[in-house]
T-cell receptor, first 111, second 112 residues
């Protein structure tokens, strides 16, 4: 059982470039979320989804887009990367009866 | 937005010592979770608490859901080197959306 899989694990972008962070889960969870982790600030919610076709903004959504076309996948898109988006990104999934399961993270550096 | 406070921010302890950390909020939660994060990995759940006053153990770990529903603590007994990591508390705001609010973490170092 793979759980939550994130790709890539590391990425370096130039300012203004775009990219998509991939997240897939094989637990048939309804809920999926994206968090960013910065030193001393814990995990902050970027966007989340309660099911295929339904997404909503979290605490820090600016600069990021998401979509949820299938239950399994929840990609996070950076349209025009900025140095302030340098962070570690975690995808999580859960269901009504479970806690959040996290992927291993994507370490993104924007130069 | 909602915020959780965790204390201490970091701690250095000797192997074999007991550890206590806590998490407080100005808001009420209906679920408290404690996660541990190892370097280069995602957070992994240690203990989940679902009822005010609940005291739950998982091996050497014990956690409690505060009566006021605004706080929780985590104790680790007889610490070992593999306890090193960052410990996060998380409160669940509501069932719909499964939104969790995370504390800033407590960084634990265990000295041999």
């Amino acid at each position: 059982n793979a759980g939550v899989t994130q790709t890539p694990k590391f990425q370096v972008l130039k300012t203004g470039q775009s990219m998509t962070l991939q997240c897939a889960q094989d637990m048939n969870h309804e809920y999926m979320s994206w968090y960013r982790q910065d030193p001393g600030m814990g995990l902050r919610l970027i966007h989340y989804s309660v099911g295929a076709g339904i997404t909503d903004q979290g605490e820090v959504p600016n600069g990021y887009n998401v979509s949820r076309s299938t239950t399994e996948d929840f990609p996070l898109r950076l349209l025009s990367a900025a140095p302030s988006q340098t962070s570690v990104y975690f995808c999580a999934s859960s269901s009504v009866s479970t806690e959040a399961f996290f992927g291993q993270g994507t370490r993104l550096t924007v130069v | 937005g909602q915020q959780l406070n965790q204390s201490p921010q970091s701690m250095f302890i000797q192997e074999g010592e007991d550890v206590s950390m806590n998490c407080t909020s100005s808001s009420i939660f209906n679920t408290w979770l404690w996660y541990k994060q190892d370097p280069g990995e995602g957070p992994v759940l240690l203990i989940a608490l679902y009822k005010a006053g609940e005291l739950t153990s998982n091996g050497r770990l014990t956690a409690q859901f505060g009566i006021t529903r605004k706080d929780s603590f985590l104790n680790i007994s007889a610490s070992i080197p593999s306890d090193v990591g960052i410990y996060f508390c998380a409160g669940q705001l509501r069932s719909y959306g499964q939104n969790f609010v995370f504390g800033p973490g407590t960084r634990l170092s265990v000295l041999p």
